[in-house]
Nanobody
Framework: QVQLVESGGGLVQPGGSLRLSCAAS????????MGWYRQAPGKERELVAR???????NYADSVKGRFTISRDNAKNTVYLQMNSLKAEDTAVYYC??????????WGQGTQVTVSS
């Protein structure tokens, strides 16, 4: 019913930029929100940015002003533009889709490493 395909992770130097993409295929249900979460080694998974179908956004305080979430409705794709990257942004980033009544699904994760 749900398929998420992520791309765009990699290695970048501090201060650099990356853009993550997540293409969603959801059958039989409407998408309520899409977002990005991340999990660093030894830490819990945390919300990075979320965008609802009504265009409401919320961001983690640590990424406000540096990261921007956006969506291409025609492609059912959500993007995360990450600028001014810091070492502490290093993590596995997961795409998440909320659909139907309280349902959610996760992507496979993409590694983002910020290092000189």
């Amino acid at each position: 019913q749900v398929q998420l395909v992520e791309s765009g992770g990699g290695l970048v130097q501090p201060g650099g930029s990356l853009r993550l993409s997540c293409a969603a295929s959801v059958r039989f249900f409407s998408i309520n929100a899409m977002g990005w979460y991340r999990q660093a080694p030894g830490k819990e998974r945390e919300l990075v940015a979320r965008l609802t179908s009504g265009d409401s956004t919320n961001y983690a305080d640590s990424v406000k002003g540096r990261f921007t979430i956006s969506r291409d409705n025609a492609k059912n794709t959500v993007y995360l533009q990450m600028n001014s990257l810091k070492a502490e942004d290093t993590a596995v980033y997961y795409c998440n889709v909320e659909y139907g009544l309280g349902r959610r699904s996760w992507g496979q994760g993409t590694q983002v490493t910020v290092s000189s």
